[in-house]
């Protein structure tokens, strides 16, 4: 019995002990200072790198793209101006997290929100914005989901090479495209996205050409193949090649693998992200980027978007993505899942000028219900293309192909297509391919705010780009 109270006593005592630590680690986390992004807004670029010097600025890939279209760098291309990021990350409680060169901003994170003032007073600072406010909970990290080695036998389809892939790539005519030998190869794709569960596992995703990922994020995540499948998805939509199973629409092409989109929160600050991603994508030589990432509704609602701001002027991500096609890339965009909501209409990157905007069909090719309308603030026809996404096949991070419905994935199906017609016609601009995918869908005549102008032929636009 005395041995029996004395284990009881021990245990007790342990769990004292225990109860005490996890109390005290409890209040060290209510004790510890809630933290703060703000975008800083400089007011120009005094002592930054010269542009006669452009192999400093951007890749040899990109200043071959550049030259390939007549474009040349200009002083948006050319990074902050280093004083300036110097003297801000020299201010007490100040820490320097990235920015934007584009748009010529800093991001710091504080803990002291008395600390921007003294940013705000600095003479080259022409205004400070807070766009990220440490949650008061946050959601345990994830741990990485199973996935299947292979695939079922019920997803082989033994006289269809495409697989179910064939169907969405068909209606496009992106099988003839690919028939005459233009399937990605050369063409270099950013996907601009959430995270990419277990796409550096799957058997199946060894078959894509991926040439390296980076994370934007600031605050500590798990790495991106562990976080969420959306962007697997998307990737399988472009670039999967697993024949007679699933084949995507530019199964040749090159990918890097760019996480912007913090799914714990929904703030600000991942416009802020998605823009230094958009400046790596170019900076590194890639051709088209295709992001299935829109924003309108903010945790905090005095942020949200407003309607009359849909002009691809007034968004952060906005005013940059309109930007690509300047920089010789094509950004291929989602429209939005807003269709059948109080919102309807299409969300920011969606309204950017010089873009593709991708809206969603059913497998009938009719209009998915779902879909976000145009058009922009200022008028212009949005979406501009459709593609089928109700519902889309693709692969999720479990490794098997499913169904699934979104503009998240018609707009990777046609940003595949996009890249190999742009393989197929390399002599053309952005602007110029963009423009002749328009003129080649089937309501060209007529475009509207659901339909924009259709759902494109790639393989006439081919034909019709080469006369």
Known sequence: MKKYLLMMAGLLMAGLQTATAQGQEATEEQQAPKAYIYRIYLSDKDGTLSLRKPLQIVSKKAQERRQRQGLELNETDLPQSPKYLKTIQNLPGIQLIGGSRWLNTALVRVTDTTAIDRVASLSFVTGTRRVWTQPDNSDPLPDRSKYSTGFSKYDTLKNVPYGKGFHQIKVMGGDSLHAAGFRGQGMTI???????CNADVIPAIKNINILGSRDFICEPRPNIFYDTSHGTGVLSCM????????????????????RSEDGRTEQEVEED??????????????????TSLGYNNFDDKVTSHKLWELDGKTAFISRAASMVASKGMVLVCSAGNSGDEPWKKITPPADADNVITVGALTRELTNANFSSIGPSQDGRVKPDIVAIGNPSYLMYGEGEIIRANGTSFSSPTACGMVACLWQALPHLTAYELMELIRKNSDNAQHPDNIYGYGLPNFWHAYLNGKK
Do not use: C, H, Q, R
């Open 239 to 258: 670039g999967l090649n697993a024949p007679y199973v699933f084949v995507g629409t530019a199964p040749e092409a090159s990918y890097w693998l760019l």
């Open 190 to 196: 950013a996907v601009i996205d959430g995270g990419f």
């Open 273 to 290: 992200y998605w823009v230094m991603a958009a400046e790596f994508a170019d900076s590194v030589g890639v051709d088209v980027i295709n």
